[in-house]
């Protein structure tokens, strides 16, 4: 169950009178290559984004500022994960329904990506995802 390998994870903290620092290297706190970042902003408090899924795709997803709850569905089981802290990312595995939603006003939701950007990866119809999940059992 893809579900089950999802999880939080703990990124360095260089507490300073200046100011924290975090950073996340490639394969040493991610456990995949780095082929992509984005990041999500200006969204209205409380928004929702849509949900969808990938068939190969790996993702760490970190509140940069503010907070919001990532979602994650495997068709049988779901666990909610509320992210408010820019030293903690969740690692999401391939085939895994995501949603993210409270998005509290001028949060920031940094996503790293282990490939880049195909359309034809996502899963945006949750029953083809459950049909797809089944099939990987
Ligand atoms: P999408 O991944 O569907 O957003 P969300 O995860 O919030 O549902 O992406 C929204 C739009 O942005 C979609 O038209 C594709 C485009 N997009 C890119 O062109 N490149 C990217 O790296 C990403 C993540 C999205």
Known sequence: M???KAKII???KIC???GNLSFIQNQTHVPFDIARVY???DVPG???RDGHAFRSQHELIVALSGSFDVVLKDGNETKRFHMSRSYYGLYVPPLTWREIDNFSTN???LVLSSTTYNE???IRDFNEFK???NEQE
């Open 120 to 122: 034809n990866d996502y």
């Open 131 to 133: 049909a797809i999940s």
């Open 107 to 109: 949060s920031v939701a």
């Open 2 to 4: 893809a579900l089950n």
């Open 46 to 48: 409380g928004q929702y």
């Open 39 to 41: 990041w999500i902003y």
């Open 10 to 12: 703990e990124l360095p």
């Open 16 to 18: 300073d009178r200046r």
